[in-house]
Nanobody, 118 residues
Framework: QVQLVESGGGLVQPGGSLRLSCAAS????????VSWYRQAPGKERELVAT????????SYVTSVKGRFTISRDNAENTATLQMNSLKPEDTAVYYC???????????WGKGTLVTVSS
């Protein structure tokens, strides 16, 4: 069964760091662009960061620029989101998404909860 599984969420104090991981199972992540989205309570899902299939380019929503870093390890079939200087407004469920546009393939993980609170 094709799967994307996120891990690494949890409770952290403001100013702290977390590292989210996204592991692909039963498909080759190298062909896919990978994005992280988040959804806070009562809000719409928001695109946080995207990395190209080869890892050569990435983009971020303005609110996380300079604090979050998206990366990937195609040999390990994984992607990560390093989150530093976390703020209470970063509290959300974070989802991993893999898209291979030319093939029409689009996979989602089930999400991992990040709570930033003192």
């Amino acid at each position: 069964q094709v799967q994307l599984v996120e891990s690494g969420g949890g409770l952290v104090q403001p100013g702290g760091s977390l590292r989210l991981s996204c592991a692909a199972s039963r498909f080759d992540l190298r062909r896919f662009a990978v994005s992280w989205y988040r959804q806070a309570p009562g809000k719409e899902r928001e695109l946080v960061a995207t990395i190209s299939s080869g890892g050569g380019s990435s983009s971020y929503v303005t609110s996380v620029k300079g604090r979050f870093t998206i990366s990937r390890d195609n040999a390990e079939n994984t992607a990560t989101l390093q989150m530093n200087s976390l703020k209470p407004e970063d509290t959300a469920v974070y989802y991993c998404n893999a898209v291979w546009a030319v093939a029409g393939m689009d996979y989602w993980g089930k999400g991992t909860l990040v709570t930033v609170s003192s």
